[in-house]
């Protein structure tokens, strides 16, 4: 299985029983803190995102599977001071210069993952007969850490990421329930050991202990999962991020041995690596579905585009007084859209003699 797995583009699979009973009161805590933000789903789904069986009756075994995705074209030698770690924090020093998670900046995972691990699936019911399965990737109430810590795939870091020895924390993760009993693979040893790395670097201090998470402050969950208003107080801590957040992965020693992907398909597209503020905040509508058609960046919309482009820009703005970052927000002080208008107005209202 790990031959075929490896034939379509997956780095590794294991195999994790269906048994989470002891995750459960985590993730009722969690839900209870309300970290969960604006993502009711989590909350409407409940204990199901804990119980695979109920989730997907029959379910006996989780085949799970990661894949790399580091750009092979971007990042030929990732590893070390001058690796991709290095790379992605110098973008952090050109306030101008817009920043979209790593991840993101090629072809949708959730597109690849699925059509591959459907894939997958089809090989192992030709070895051995029908199987009745369901295949996921952060699409459905599933506690994906939990079951690829619990299958060999790595263990849970400090910033809740699961992370391998081998490969640092830079893959998707994916599932297939089946209705197949399967030898449950042997979970790993965590290595975090003291390191605090993650904890320490995240800008808006979202990590608020080890393995705990408050997604109303990560700037992964402001940019891309909350619909409204980013928190005032919150938006300087932003920079330059206008799509998801990376800085706990860069900090993280382990990523000096991520691995880059063996597919194309996350290779960066034109435009989205390197791009000035200004012109990302110049697209319309149609520019942007179209330079986004396919990736995951589209899920979001334009007028959440702006938004954060808009919160970047106010940010440059303060950092450096560029005139040119001032005009191209005052060209949108009318938009119609009340969310890009306030953000615009807080933007404009960065200059450092406003």
Not at 74 to 81: K, L, V
Not at 167 to 190: K, N, Q, R
Not at 211 to 228: F, K, M, P, Q
Request: glycine share 10%; charged share 20%; with cysteine.
């Amino acid at each position: 299985m790990q031959g075929w797995a490896r034939e379509l583009g997956f780095s590794q699979i294991g195999v994790a029983g269906v048994d989470l009973s002891s995750a459960e009161a985590g993730l009722m805590q969690w839900l209870g803190q309300g970290f969960h933000g604006d993502m009711h789903y989590m909350q409407s789904h409940g204990l199901k995102r804990a119980r695979p069986a109920e989730l997907v009756p029959g379910t006996v075994s989780v085949i799970t599977a990661r894949m790399d995705y580091l750009p092979a074209a971007t990042f030929p030698a990732a590893g070390g001071a001058s690796g991709w770690q290095a790379i992605e924090f110098a973008r952090l020093e050109r306030p101008a210069e817009g920043i979209v998670s790593v991840y993101a900046r090629g072809r949708d995972y959730h597109k690849v993952l699925r059509s591959r691990l459907q894939k997958l699936a089809d090989r192992i019911a030709q070895a051995v007969g029908p199987i009745g399965h369901r295949v996921f990737t952060d699409s459905a109430p599933v506690l994906e850490a939990e079951l690829a810590s619990r299958s060999g795939q790595g263990w849970r870091g400090k910033h809740t990421l699961v992370l391998n020895r081998e490969a640092g924390s830079m893959f998707f993760l994916g599932e297939i329930y089946v209705d197949m009993a399967l030898p449950a693979s042997a979970p790993v040893t965590a290595h975090c050991g003291s390191c605090s790395a993650c904890i320490d670097v995240c800008p808006t201090q979202a990590i608020v202990a080890p393995h705990r998470v408050d997604a109303r402050r990560c700037i992964s969950y402001l940019t891309i999962e909350h619909a409204g208003p980013i928190p005032e107080p919150l938006r300087p801590l932003m920079g330059n991020r206008i799509y998801g957040c990376d800085d706990c992965q860069l900090a993280c020693p382990w990523n000096k041995f991520a691995q880059a992907s063996v597919l194309p398909d996350f290779d960066a597209r034109p435009g989205l690596a390197g791009q000035q503020l200004v012109h990302l905040f110049g697209w319309d509508e149609p520019t942007f579905l179209r330079l986004t058609e396919g990736g995951p960046i589209r899920r979001i919309g334009h007028e959440r585009w702006l938004r954060n482009v808009a919160v970047a820009l106010g940010n440059a703005l303060r950092a450096t007084g560029d005139e040119a970052l001032r005009a191209a927000l005052a060209a949108r002080a009318d938009d119609p859209s009340p969310l890009v208008r306030e953000h615009v107005a807080w933007a404009l209202a960065q200059r450092p003699d406003s």
